[in-house]
Structures are given as structure tokens and as C-alpha cells.
């Protein structure tokens, strides 16, 4: 059998959710005919039956990529920071990594003692960071880092990785 990896199963992916939607898109426009009464329905090139195949042929493709795309990223591990990790939670990983990286940055745009309004003018507000901003500033740029290196990891294991999949109608 033919194989495909993981990085073009991803794009194929993509690739059979547009061709479902144009299909449908296709049995919308086929579905219905305005004719004026008494006059002859007009002879169609597909039917909606053909559509309709077509449709099921390429979700029955979907559904199959898809369950092999999961066991792969189930089955397939990578190594980060002396850590095993499957991609499916390499994947998780890099997004929490980068969810940590925004808010440090965040925190490390602020300033460490600012003045706040104040509804009298004679008590002066200010407001006070309890942390050190250039500190999260620079974990969250390390957070950065470490989020792009396993990323960069997960999109090299996903061209490794094999699936069994003949993609020739699609590509």
C-alpha cells in the first residue's frame, strides 16, 4: 500500500474538508431548479446522487485518515528535555509552553511600581508588581525557545512518521 506521513496526512486533511465542502456546496446548487411552470426540467451533468457518493467516498477517506493520523500521534514519541513524550502530548505541550510565554511576557511588560488613579488628591495610589518584570520577561522569552524547539521536533517526527494511506486521488 501506498504511505503517506503524518505532515501531508495533516495537509490532506485539510485538502478533504474543502472537497466535502464544495460537494456540499455542489448538492445545494443541484438540489433545486427554478423553471418557469409547465416548462422542462433541465437536463443536469451530475446528479445529487453522484454528489452524494462522491461525498461519502471522501468522508469514508476522512474518517480513516483521521484515525490514523491519532494512532500515529498516539504511538509515535519524542524526546524533549530527557522526557518521552508521545506527539499527541508534545502537541499540548507546545501550546501550553506558549501560553506560559505570553503571560510572562506580559508580566514582563510591566513596570514595577506605577501610580494609579486616585479619587482624592491627597492619597496617592500606586500600584506595586510583586514580582520582578525583566525576570518574566526573559523566562518568557526562554519559554519562546523551548515552545519553536518542540515544535520544530513535532513537524520533523510527523515528516518521519508513515501512515498507510493512498493519497494518489488527492494528490
Known sequence: MQKISLAEAVKLKSVLSKRIHELEEEMDRLAFVEIEKGSKIP???RSLSDVEKDIDEIRKDFRLLDKLMYEANITNKILFHDESLTIVEA???A???R???RKYKEYGTALKEEYSYSYTESVS???V???DPETYRLQGLELEKQANRLSNLINAKNYEVQLDFNSEKYF
Open 43 to 45: 437536463k443536469q451533468i
Open 91 to 93: 502537541i499540548e505541550l
Open 95 to 97: 501550546t501550553q509552553l
Open 99 to 101: 501560553a506560559k510565554a
Open 125 to 127: 495610589i500606586i500600584k
Open 129 to 131: 508588581s510583586m514580582f
